[in-house]
Each structure stands twice: as C-alpha cells, then as structure tokens.
C-alpha cells in the first residue's frame, strides 16, 4: 500500500472480481487460496478507509474460506491480519492472541514476512508491558532484515529497538536508536516514525521540539487513508499543548482526534483522546478559579514567622496567599486550626464546579470499564487517575481516593505518566488529612526526577526533562509555606537540587557531532563577512539545520558513568552562610506574589515582598534601560533613559531588598520575573558583593575546591583549598579594539602565573577551562535565545559553542567573560533556565562572572583589569567585583558574580 490505501483498496476490489470470474477455469482450490489471501489484505485497506466494521466483515469472509480448505499456513496470515486491526483500535488482548496464533505456524511466512511478524510482535508485548519479549522480536527482526538484505524493514526494527529504549526509560538510546534507522536509505512510509520520535521528545521534556516535528509529521500525511495517524498526531499535539499551558489548542487538537477515533471504530484510541480533553476541561476549572483569586499578601516586605514545628500554621493576616473570593466560606464559629486546613486543601486542589467535575469524573469512570473489557490496564489506570482529580475539584477526596486506590499500578516507563499520578496522589493526601504522607510522596517524586536525568550526556536534554515536575515542586512549595521558612527553604532546594546539572564528565568524544560543529563554524564564519541579503539568508538556513542536527546528536549521547555529586544538606549550607560571611534572599514566586526565604545573620525568615507582574514588568525595563543607556549615544534622551533606571531600581530596592535589613554581602537566588537582572544598580546594593546562586545548596558546594574523581567539594571547613597556586589562562578574541592590552594588563596583574594566548585558539581555552584556576576571556559573545547551547565566544579561528564544552567538562575556579550578553539565558518550561554562563556552571566551574546586557569596550576593559587587580590582592571574586563595578561607569553593573564565591 505504501501509504496509498485508496489506490490499493481500488486494486485489491478490481482483483476479487477478477478471481471471481475466474471460477470454473481455474482450479478450484487455487481460486479459494488466491481469493482468501486477497480478503485478508483487503481487510486492513478497508480498516484504514472506513473503519472496523468493514475490516471485520472482510475478515470473517477470510475465515470461512480457511476453515474450509483447512490451511493452517492462510490460518496464520489470518490470525497476523486480525492482531494488526485489533491492535489498531486498541484491543490488546485479542491482537496478542492473534500475533501468539501467527508465531506458532510461523514456516507460514517467507523469511521477510516473519521479519514483519517479529516487528508486530515486539511492538504489541512492550504495549501489554513484557519488555523482554518485545526485545527478543525486535533482535530477531533486525537480524532477519539485516541478512535479507530488507532495508525498509531493517529501518523499521532498528527505530523500534529505539522506541524500545523509550518504553524503557532510556532517552538518549531511543534518540540515538531511532536516528541509526533515519541513516538507512529507505522508502518506507515514515509516518509512524516521526510520531515516534515526537513522542520521544515529549516524554524528554523537550515540549516546543516536540510540537514542531508534530506539526512536520501532519504537513507530510498527504491524501486520503491516514485518518488514524492524523489522529495520532493531534493526540500528542494535546498533550504537548496541555503541557505547555495552550489550553484552547490543546482542547481542539483532542476533539479532533476523538472524532477520528469514533468515526473508525478505535475504541481504546478514543477513550485516550477523551481523557485527555477531559484533562484539559478540568486545568479551564482550576485556572478559572484561581484566575479570579486576588493577589495576596498586604504589605510589601511583611515578615512571616519562621515555623520550626512541623504543620505549624500561620495567622491569617501574614499568609502570603489572598482568599479564594468565590470560594464557599467556612463558618465562622469554626475552629482556627479547621479553617486553616480547609483553606489549605482549596489553595492545593482548587474550586471548580461541582456538577462539572462530576460529569468528568463519571465519563472517567465509563472509560476505565471499557480500557479493562479490552485489557489495556494502563489505559484504566489513566482513567482512574482522571476520575480522581474530577472528584477533588468536585469537593470529594474520599471518592478520589477510592479510585487511587483501585489502581493496578502499571509501570509504563513513562516519567511524565508516573509524576502526574504523583501529583493526583499527593493532592487526595492533603484533601484526606494526610499531609505527612503527601510531603513523603513529593519527596520520593523530587528523586524520581532526578535519576531520570541521569543517563543523559546531553545538558540540554537535563535541562528540558524538569517540565515534568514543575506542577509536583508548585503543590510543594503550597504545603510549605503555611510551616513557615525552613519548610519553604527545603522545598525549594528540593527540586532546584532535582534539576542542578551534573558536570557531563561521562560525555564522550563524538566524530559526527565535532564534525557537524566544524560546519556550523565555518558557516557562521562566511555570515560575519557576507553582506548580500539572499545569500545571508541561505546562510541562516544553513546554520539552523546544521543546529538542529547538532541538538540531534547531542541529545542521544549517553554518559559512560560521570561524575557523582556529594551531598550538601541545607543545615550544612546554612553554617557555610555564617563562615562566608553572607545573607541568603531566595527569591520565589508564589499566589501572583515574589515571595522570598531570607537567611540573615544565621535567622531564617520569610517575606511577602511585591506583585509578581509588577516585579517583572520592572525588571524588563530596567533591562530595556540599561541596554540604552550602555550605547553613549543617546544625547539628550539620556537623562530620560537614566531617570526612568533610576526609578525602576528603586522600586526594586525598596520591595525586594531594604525590607531584609542587612548590610552583609548577599546570596541572591532569582525567580523569573528577576532573572538577568544588574542587582549592582540597586541603592542598598553599592558596593556591595553578591553571588547569584542556582541555590544555597549550590553556592555552598562551590565554595569548596574541585575532587579529581567526582567534581565534588574538597578542602578545609572553610571551603578553602589549601597551599593551591592559581594559574591564570587569557585568551583574547578579534575585533575588540581593547582586548589584547585588556589581556596584557591583567596578565601583568597576575605575573608569571599567568598566560596571554594571543592569537587565542579554541583547544587552548576549552583546555584551560578544565583545568583548575582562573580564565578570562576578552572577546565578542552572543547569547542565543532559541537555542542557549550555541551560545558563543568569538576567538581567532572562530566561535567556541556552549556544547563543545561538554566532553571535558569545566574544572576552573574562576571564569571572567569580558563579552557582552553571555550572562543571560533563556527560560525553558518547568523553571529552568539555560545561557553560556549557566553553562559553565552546570559542567563544573566554580564561579563566572559575566555580563547580563552590552558593555562598552572601555567600561568592560576597565572593570575587569581592577577586578583581577582586586583578585589578585586577596580579595574574595564576589567583592574583588563590586568594588571593580562601584568604581567605574555604572553600565558596568551589567556584570554579575554567578554561582559560588572564588577565594584566590
């Protein structure tokens, strides 16, 4: 059929006439065979055109010719037939007993057609959860195709070997597995692959990927008969939408599918589009609900009691949270203790409407009878756990908890399915009274996502998997906040330890992954000097695949073991704090309101600080601001452009800083809305050294010296590395007019531990980079928006790419980017972020300094020379900075010290 159903349907109904009148000049038993092998072909066409009942007929046709010619070999033909359609519309079971019946008779099939057989077979056990048949049929395929010859079918076994991989947990394989079958020249119909793929890469973390290969693989599906792969697509498009918060396009995306599914009678299938849009219906009803809260919290700045005892609850007044306005009001006899509770339970499951919530939960409910009469117990399961989030929005945990309990617990290998369930499980908990239990599941969830980034090389695909646990660390941080500081403290850095990136010193070298960069080099070479429009276009083309077969590659790059993190508990951090001689502000965003957990002289506290909306529309104007005025070309606008910074920053200041009261030097971990923001120019900031940490945890661990064998921390108590000689690498990029006397001066600073590599080359600084010490690095930089691996550093024999970094890992002590924009990143879904700077820090360095908007050359050269000339003197990396910053252009506040304090 090849993708053509129509034209095959036609052939096939054209040959049944012909045998037909065939009858009575051609050997009767011969007729018989040859009718029969064409009803049973026929029948998957018509499948594929109109749906089940016609296939069936088709086939029971087929069966009353087998049972009289008594042909066990056309038996087998039919019983493969008949598992392909059932499987097709979701009946499991029977297609395992109609696969079970073509194995035994399987000298019934030429040797090609057993490699189909094994294919079906391999596909079907991994569905019905026997992963080591499924690979025994798939080996077995791949070895039948590979000796045949059968490149179509080689194709077909090896990407399932990687779908294998995928059922399995195993990411960067099913990548890597499915990207060897697209090497194979083949002309088989690609449509199930690319949905494969896509599948892959939603289940990574890596959602916008996803949705575009969704939307290439629909694009390719041209003509009639590819109603149930259409539908397909569109089921993960829901998803994926559903994922990323687009609820209309996930809503229109599952009816579509749905609609398929019914009209060609897949059952199964359609009970999944089904729960899916119920799914959506039921995140309209939270958001709707929570839409219409109020911000909460009263007053800026208002401290919140730090809560040592567990459950402790807060008063009314200092609960950074408004109430639910529309929700039911509990009476107001009611005990303190009751209503806090009951508010707690509306805050975590939401208020919807009841009698919605009911016709979803029973719709849930018809559904898992019809996924247990076709045996598919993971759909059942899946309907159980939508039944039971419809019954908490409808106010009643007990039935909620009935379902959860009915559960048969499948185990599908999908992380996304297995923290979704969690998320369901430990918001019944809290409704039923069992906080206890609920913290305890959200703990066990916090370590399921990270081992689930374990086996990956790749910190882009590390990065991407978090968005499956963003809903999880929410309802963590709700259950937090009413126990005060030290519970919140605790949850945040529950899941920012989830999603701190391991250094990738298991990544290996890879030949078609240096080559593809190589290109992308050179390509990006040919753009600097290229100035006709068109051919500047090819060139852009050009260097986006080239990038996408780079993230390609290094997503299905596997670690070979790696490095170990030692551990750093938050008590264990927070005395780090005091020898430091630091305050922490974690900051947070909570209930429409930035939130923060201070940690000042030792005391935990917590504050409701400032709207959230207001706090990022500030923070983007300040960065609008501060981008403008680092021009020196704005004339008379300037005192405009400097008046509105002024103004921004001291909204910012007096929110988010002055309320803490401390003048020590600070630890700021960021939220979004504050994110790439230059704190140096905020008043009480003046001066004044700061580290921004990716968590307290974090900068603790950084403040120790690097182990050889693992990455982690080593030293003295203090942090210190004892009797350690800093050596100092320069290396230096074109076209920046004061790079090269930037570099001389510093290496002056530093005398004979240092080295100026001038013409500066990459092997030299990827070199320097994993080696303990100190690098700076004087050159152009861009920051990447779409795809933050690729990032750059301009040197003399081109750009050094984020990702190149990955093999060796990064071992320096301390990094200083005298380049412009190379301190932003990007945010990702699930409250992740990735940029050069965080780059380095992910694969191992202990501190960056680096820039977060356009530095003029001078200011750059300027701050940094008194910065090592600060360093060099003794001065802590976070100090020797601020009074670098204080004592030039203000612009210079641009630079930040990133996560940990480098001592010299």
């Keep these: 059929m090849a993708g053509r159903p129509v034209d095959a349907a036609r052939s096939l109904t054209a040959a049944l006439d012909e045998i037909d009148r065939a009858a009575g000049s051609a050997p009767a038993r011969e007729r018989l065979e040859l009718r029969c092998k064409t009803l049973i072909t026929l029948a998957l066409t018509e499948f594929m055109l109109a749906g089940v009942e016609p296939a069936t007929a088709r086939l029971s046709e087929a069966e009353k010719l087998v049972d009289d010619l008594g042909d066990d070999a056309l038996r087998a033909r039919l019983d493969y037939q008949r598992a392909n359609i059932h499987g097709r519309v979701g009946d499991l079971a029977s297609a395992w007993d109609g696969l079970e019946g073509a194995v035994r008779r399987l000298d019934a099939f030429t040797e090609q057609e057993q490699c189909s057989v094994h294919l079906s077979r391999g596909m079907l056990a991994f569905e019905l959860l026997r992963p080591q048949e499924a690979l025994e049929s798939f080996a077995e395929a791949a070895r039948l195709a590979h000796d045949l010859g059968g490149v179509a079918q080689e194709f077909m076994a090896r990407h399932n070997e990687g779908y294998a991989a995928y059922l399995l947990g195993d990411i960067p394989r099913s990548l890597a597995g499915m990207a060897l079958a697209e090497e194979l020249e083949s002309d088989v119909f690609t449509g199930p692959a690319r949905l494969d793929r896509a599948q892959v890469l939603l289940e990574a973390g890596l959602v916008k990927e996803a949705v575009e290969a969704l939307h290439g693989g629909l694009e390719a599906l041209e003509g009639d008969g590819h109603d149930q792969m259409r539908a397909e697509f569109e089921l993960a498009l829901a998803r994926a939408h559903r994922l990323l918060g687009h609820l209309d396009l996930a809503a229109a995306a599952a009816a579509s599918a749905h609609v398929t599914y019914a009209r060609i009678g897949a059952t199964a299938w359609a009970a999944k589009a089904m729960l899916v849009g119920l799914l959506v219906d039921l995140d309209r009803q939270r958001r709707t609900r929570r839409g219409r809260t109020r911000d909460g919290g009263g007053e800026p700045g208002r401290e919140q009691p730090d809560a040592e005892r567990p459950d402790a609850e807060q008063p009314d007044a200092e609960r950074p949270d408004a109430e639910q306005p529309d929700a039911e009001q509990p009476d107001a006899e009611q005990p303190d203790a009751e209503r806090a509770d009951a508010e707690l339970v509306r805050r975590v499951v939401g208020v919807g409407d009841a009698a919605v919530a009911r016709a979803a939960a029973a719709t849930a409910d018809e559904l898992t009878e019809v996924a247990t009469e076709l045996g598919d117990s993971e759909l059942a399961d899946s309907a159980r756990v939508v039944a039971a989030q419809a019954l908490l929005l409808a106010g009643d945990p007990a039935g909620a908890n009935t379902r959860l309990l009915s559960?048969?617990?499948?185990?599908?290998?999908?992380?996304?399915?297995?923290?979704?369930?969690?998320?369901?499980?430990?918001?019944?908990?809290?409704?039923?009274?069992?906080?206890?239990?609920?913290?305890?599941?959200?703990?066990?969830?916090?370590?399921?996502?990270?081992?689930?980034?374990?086996?990956?090389?790749?910190?882009?695909?590390?990065?991407?998997?978090?968005?499956?646990?963003?809903?999880?660390?929410?309802?963590?941080?709700?259950?937090?906040?009413?126990?005060?500081?030290?519970?919140?403290?605790?949850?945040?850095?529950?899941?920012?330890?989830?999603?701190?990136?391991?250094?990738?010193?298991?990544?290996?070298?890879?030949?078609?992954l240096a080559q593809l960069t190589e290109q992308l080099r050179a390509v990006r070479g040919h753009l600097r000097g290229e100035s006709d429009p068109e051919h500047v276009r090819e060139l852009h083309d050009h260097a986006s695949r080239l990038e996408r077969q780079i993230r390609d590659r290094d997503w299905a790059l596997s670690r070979s073991g790696g490095a170990s993190r030692a551990p750093v508990r938050v008590r264990q951090a927070r005395e780090h704090l005091v020898?430091?001689?630091?305050?922490?502000?974690?900051?947070?965003?909570?209930?429409?309101?930035?939130?923060?957990?201070?940690?000042?002289?030792?005391?935990?506290?917590?504050?409701?600080?400032?709207?959230?909306?207001?706090?990022?529309?500030?923070?983007?104007?300040?960065?609008?601001?501060?981008?403008?005025?680092?021009?020196?070309?704005?004339?008379?606008?300037?005192?405009?452009?400097?008046?509105?910074?002024?103004?921004?920053v001291a909204e910012l200041d007096d929110a988010l800083l002055r309320p803490w009261r401390t003048d020590r030097g600070l630890v700021v971990v960021t939220c979004p809305e504050l994110s790439a923001l230059p704190w140096a120019l905020l008043p009480s900031m003046t001066g004044r050294p700061f580290t921004v940490a990716l968590s307290l945890t974090s900068f603790a661990r950084r403040a120790a010296g690097h182990d050889d064998a693992t990455g982690g921390p080593v030293g003295g108590a203090d942090g210190a590395d004892r009797g350690r000689t800093t050596d100092v690498h320069v290396s230096v990029g074109p076209s920046v007019p004061r790079a090269s006397s930037e570099g001389r001066a510093i290496v002056g600073t530093w005398g004979s531990r240092a080295h100026l590599a001038e013409p500066s080359r990459r092997f030299e600084l990827v070199r320097a980079l994993a080696r303990p010490g100190v690098v700076h690095v004087a050159a152009h930089g861009t920051h990447q928006v779409e795809s933050p691996l690729f990032s750059s550093l301009v040197l003399h024999d081109g750009p050094v790419f984020a990702h190149e970094l990955?093999?060796?890992?990064?071992?320096?002590?301390?990094?200083?980017?005298?380049?412009?924009?190379?301190?932003?990143?990007?945010?990702?879904?699930?409250?992740?972020?990735?940029?050069?700077?965080?780059?380095?820090l992910s694969l191992g360095a202990r501190s960056v300094v680096a820039a977060v908007s356009p530095v003029p050359d001078d200011v750059a050269a300027t701050t940094m020379t008194r910065h090592h000339e600060l360093l060099a003197s003794g001065l802590p990396g976070d100090e020797a900075l601020a009074r670098a910053v204080a004592e030039t252009d203000d612009v210079a506040a641009a630079f930040l010290n990133v996560g940990g304090q480098h001592s010299p």
Excluded: N
């Excluded at 910190?459 to 499956?468: G, I, P, S």
């Excluded at 005298?818 to 780059?839: F, K, N």
């Design 407 to 512: 559960l048969e617990r499948v185990s599908t290998g999908s992380l996304s399915d297995e923290l979704e369930a969690a998320v369901v499980t430990a918001m019944t908990l809290v409704a039923t009274g069992g906080l206890t239990p609920a913290r305890r599941i959200l703990v066990r969830a916090s370590r399921r996502l990270a081992a689930g980034q374990q086996g990956s090389a790749s910190l882009d695909l590390r990065t991407a998997r978090a968005v499956h646990g963003a809903r999880l660390s929410e309802l963590d941080l709700e259950l937090a906040v009413p126990r005060g500081s030290a519970a919140v403290l605790e949850a945040l850095e529950r899941w920012r330890s989830a999603t701190d990136r391991l250094p990738s010193l298991g990544r290996p070298d890879d030949e078609q």
């Design 579 to 648: 020898q430091a001689d630091r305050d922490l502000v974690w900051f947070f965003r909570h209930r429409g309101r930035i939130g923060a957990v201070g940690v000042v002289g030792g005391r935990a506290t917590m504050r409701d600080l400032m709207a959230a909306d207001r706090a990022a529309e500030l923070a983007q104007r300040v960065r609008v601001d501060l981008r403008a005025a680092a021009t020196h070309h704005l004339g008379p606008l300037a005192g405009a452009v400097w008046s509105s910074l002024r103004a921004s």
């Design 806 to 840: 990955q093999p060796t890992g990064v071992r320096a002590d301390h990094v200083v980017l005298s380049a412009c924009e190379v301190g932003l990143t990007s945010p990702r879904p699930g409250h992740e972020s990735l940029g050069l700077a965080l780059s380095l």
